[in-house]
DNA sequence: TTTTATAACTTGTATTTACAAGTTGGCAAT
DNA sequence: ATTGCCAACTTGTAAATACAAGTTATAAAA
């Protein structure tokens, strides 16, 4: 006879501060809580969500971490403006402002379990080497323009369903934190500006030999060993990369 | 009868938890605790510092989020190398270590005080629309092949004798510190691939219409209002800009 | 000698309690 | 109507306690 305990079950091995970060987080990105507005006070969210205050005020402090509040002593949390989660990256347009643009998000190749690339631009450790990878490709649009191209390669370690999973018009990052606890921690990146061939030209509408800017990306994850490997090319004729450091 | 209470020194103004990241931050930064080893348990250094666990872990949670250690459940706290300073540029070679490629710089136009641009590509304060700026140019070679081309705008305030100062293969940003006491303590910047054309092409040796880096970047300085704007173009024909986040 | 189990140790999560410091709205005084 | 005070509220710091989960060294068994 199995005894289900309350620690055995999936979800509740979800630390309850993740659980309101998640919640209060979704509720900022979808507007309930909106950008400059105050959230509810650490007492009412400890009464809300049957939480002590240090619990609450851990995932207020990821919050704050994560840009998504600022915090301000005697006056409460106050909302900001999310970042534009694209891989720690963001974009602004030349004439507007992102807030007001439209992105989408299309599937060029839907995650597949491969073997690493040989050669491969990044240096693996060995436990990603033993496991192969989920490769993905995917085109991102603004406003109906395709502005990033990227090709992914994710350790093919315990990332259960994976490949079933639809990612159109989602966060590659948002699912992996919320069905994998997986956190980007940072990472590194390289830069160039390249000439536009083959399918990058024809995927981003870049004529052939113009400049598009190429990035490897490697990005460390709160899992150890286990990292993001990305390749993107970027069109920046309309639009530039966008980050704070 | 003014009576003096612990809570009116300076020092004891600083909160427990900022006194032990310092002081560890220090050690780490000193070599005390090398990279790669462990720090004292969470237990000693409740010990050694006479404060309970959730203090000294939020010294260490801070530590943690600038990068100076790495936790680690059951094992400890794990020393990590230093984050390298912010914002600095670093550029890799696609064949060869850069610690062993010769660099140099050459001043295109020596420091200047003039008006500010109009238009302008950045959001000025109004002090430092007030003031003016100082205007330099720089050309970077990495083995005598010329691979940064940067346009500085400086806030001309408070800087004696800025524009008499030799930059001659000399770093800005020490100059700034040593001299100025000015530290760079972050900033934004937009990336772009572009097309080299007139001064650029011919300065960077890139035939006109290939494509050249373009970076636009405004640095944070302790100064309040005070921010160094830059725009680079960066020759990735033969390198690579390299850069952790 | 090697393997296995476990105690001792480590960090992670959560609750409870107390006080400090900053903000703001309401009320009383001018 | 304006100003000042203060209570109620907010976040910030710190201590104390308890249990969970992961690591490692040691002791016992094979």
């Given at each position: 006879?199995?005894?289900?305990?309350?620690?055995?079950?999936?979800?509740?091995?979800?630390?309850?501060y993740?659980?309101?970060?998640?919640?209060?987080?979704?509720?900022?990105?979808?507007?309930?809580?909106?950008?400059?507005?105050?959230?509810?006070?650490?007492?009412?969210?400890?009464?809300?969500?049957?939480m002590?205050?240090?619990?609450?005020?851990?995932?207020?402090?990821?919050?704050?971490?994560?840009?998504?509040?600022?915090?301000?002593?005697?006056?409460?949390?106050?909302?900001?403006?999310?970042?534009?989660?694209?891989g720690?990256?963001?974009?602004s347009?030349?004439?507007?402002?992102?807030?007001?643009?439209?992105?989408?998000?299309?599937?060029?190749?839907?995650?597949?379990?491969?073997?690493?690339p040989?050669?491969?631009?990044?240096?693996?450790?060995?436990?990603?080497?033993?496991?192969?990878?989920?490769?993905?490709?995917?085109?991102?649009?603004?406003?109906?323009?395709?502005?990033?191209?990227?090709?992914?390669?994710?350790?093919?370690?315990?990332?259960?369903?994976?490949?079933?999973?639809?990612?159109e018009?989602?966060?590659?990052?948002?699912?992996?934190?919320?069905?994998?606890?997986?956190?980007?921690?940072?990472?590194?990146?390289?830069?160039?500006?390249?000439?536009?061939?083959?399918?990058?030209?024809?995927?981003?509408?870049?004529?052939?030999?113009?400049?598009?800017?190429?990035?490897?990306?490697?990005?460390?994850?709160?899992?150890?060993?286990?990292?993001?490997?990305?390749?993107?090319?970027?069109?920046?004729?309309?639009?530039?990369?966008?980050?704070?450091?």
């Open positions: 006879m199995i005894i289900i305990t309350k620690h055995m079950t999936e979800e509740n091995k979800i630390p309850q993740k659980k309101l970060y998640e919640t209060l987080r979704r509720h900022i990105a979808s507007g309930v809580y909106e950008e400059g507005s105050l959230l509810p006070s650490e007492n009412e969210l400890c009464a809300v969500h049957s002590t205050r240090p619990t609450v005020r851990h995932a207020l402090e990821a919050l704050v971490q994560d840009g998504f509040i600022q915090k301000k002593q005697g006056k409460g949390s106050i909302v900001q403006k999310p970042p534009q989660d694209i720690i990256l963001s974009i347009g030349t004439s507007s402002a992102i807030g007001k643009q439209y992105l989408r998000t299309q599937i060029i190749q839907k995650p597949q379990i491969k073997a690493w040989v050669p491969f631009n990044f240096d693996l450790t060995e436990a990603e080497k033993d496991f192969g990878c989920i490769y993905m490709e995917r085109l991102r649009f603004v406003n109906e323009q395709p502005v990033f191209y990227d090709i992914n390669h994710i350790p093919n370690i315990n990332l259960p369903r994976f490949t079933s999973r639809t990612f018009n989602k966060s590659l990052f948002d699912i992996l934190r919320t069905g994998y606890q997986i956190e980007i921690k940072g990472g590194t990146q390289k830069l160039k500006a390249i000439k536009a061939t083959g399918t990058v030209s024809q995927l981003l509408k870049i004529k052939t030999g113009d400049p598009v800017l190429y990035m490897e990306r490697k990005l460390l994850t709160n899992r150890e060993g286990f990292h993001i490997y990305s390749t993107i090319y970027f069109n920046s004729e309309k639009h530039a990369i966008f980050g704070n450091f």
